[in-house]
């Protein structure tokens, strides 16, 4: 994807280390918005209706474990005990307070942030509290021992207090071989019976090759594509099968990782999948005597559909995330307990399906490879048909396309547009 940046002071970078490889993140960082130009750069949050939402609904009493960098809990929208103790399961010796990349601590941000006044990054559930889980960042760190990090993670935060798993991460131009598959998708089930629930970005190749990805294409997670300003899913986000909802991810402010100060003007389905998160979060705080299984089949059930195609689209899914139709007013049948919307649109017609609307829009994970419009919380959505592919990503930076075999942190910085 073609990439046009305009450059401010400087650029930043953010530095993953894999099997020797650099995976550079970086793109231009804005200069350091104030307390106005903050609040205007997060349109998502209006757009959401964010402020009255949070007359209902904070996310309070909801714990959201997030598998990635780490997450630093002294930067200012984070102070307050909002970041619990977490576990680096790369290298426990540093536990999970040290964030070098600055892709955790802004995945955090976009959930629980408390805003700093309005000087600082505002999280959509601004009293949920962040469990940090490192599976990745260290510079030992390789593909292949951080599938056990990140399967040790999921089940972690299956025993923990934490209710919603975010996982903007996936895996890039390393395949798992059959029997790391199988143990990441063990630990989805084993996460999904101890009633959590657990989303994860779908890539940002759209674009390109269009390659997807696990941990969003293992059965029973959430996998989450980008929508823009206009509502628009974005020419990155991958689409397929394993997209179950979208969320806005792109021009949203984030806290400059890799040393650098300031806050960047971000795009990509990491960002998309941090603001689905705390979607839920408000959701299931208001609601708390629900499982996860309900929570996502609210979300389903109450998101921006498309307006034309099947359902679930292969751009939005079942739609753009709208928590304020279950906060605010009526959220319908939560459904079943027991049953997972997702597990159950891909199991054969003996298993019981989780709500008469999710049956008429047969849930079957089809894709729709014609062109389609679809619609979101704001307008309609529409986007140019993608074709699916094997299970390799790339990422691009400033106008430069790095490729790596190594984990991708789906965040891409950039202070100006895109075309």
């Known amino acids: ?25 970086g793109g231009a960082i804005a200069p350091a918005a104030s307390a106005d130009t903050m609040r205007d750069r997060e349109w998502y949050l209006d757009r959401m209706q964010a402020a ?38 790369v290298d426990p010796k540093l536990g999970a307070h040290i964030d070098v990349d600055g892709h955790g601590t802004a995945m955090a941000m976009l959930i629980a942030g408390n805003g700093v006044n309005g000087q600082g990054v505002k999280g959509l559930a601004p009293d949920a509290h962040i469990l940090p889980l490192t599976v990745f960042g260290s510079t030992r760190e390789s593909p292949t021992n951080s599938i056990p990090a990140l399967v040790s993670a999921i089940r972690y935060a299956a025993d923990s207090e934490a209710k919603i798993i975010n996982m903007s991460l996936a895996y890039e131009y390393f395949t798992p071989d059959q029997d790391q598959l199988t143990q990441i998708q063990q630990a989805v089930d084993y996460a999904i019976q101890r009633g959590k629930l657990l989303f994860a970005g779908t890539g940002n190749s759209g674009d390109k090759e269009n390659k997807f990805a696990y941990p969003a294409a293992s059965i029973g997670v959430a996998g989450i594509g980008a929508v823009d300003k206009t509502s628009s899913v974005t020419k990155y986000s991958v689409s397929g099968p394993q997209v179950a909802l979208a969320a806005p991810g792109e021009e949203i402010p984030i806290l400059c990782g890799g040393g650098q100060a300031g806050y960047c003007n971000s795009g990509g389905t990491s960002q998309a999948t941090a603001i689905a998160s705390a979607s839920a979060a408000l959701i299931w705080s208001k609601h708390p005597s629900w499982t996860g299984n309900q929570v996502l089949r609210v979300l389903m059930n109450t998101a921006g559909k498309p307006t034309k195609g099947k359902v679930p689209s292969r751009y939005i899914g079942y739609g753009t995330v709208r928590p304020r ?35 008429k829009a047969g849930g079957s994970g089809s894709s729709n490879a014609s062109k389609q419009p679809a619609s979101s919380a704001a307008s309609d959505t529409s986007e140019d048909g993608k074709g699916v592919g094997a299970i390799v990503w790339i990422i691009v930076g400033a106008g430069v396309v790095v490729v790596v075999g190594a984990v991708l942190l789906l965040r ?8």
């Open 1 to 25: 994807m073609k990439s046009t940046v305009r450059r401010h002071r400087r650029r930043a970078s953010a530095v993953v280390s894999a099997l020797g490889a650099l995976l550079l993140l």
């Open 52 to 89: 009255e939402m949070w007359k209902v609904s904070t996310g309070k009493g909801i714990t959201v474990a997030v598998l990635d960098t780490g997450v630093i809990p002294s930067v200012s929208e984070l102070t307050g005990g909002k970041v619990l103790p977490g576990k680096n399961f």
């Open 325 to 359: 139709l279950a906060v605010l007013g009526d959220p319908g049948d939560p459904g079943p307990a027991d049953v997972n919307p997702l597990v159950a649109a891909r199991t054969p017609k003996k298993s019981p399906s989780p709500s008469e609307s999710e049956s």
């Open 412 to 419: 891409r910085r950039t202070a100006g547009t895109r075309r």
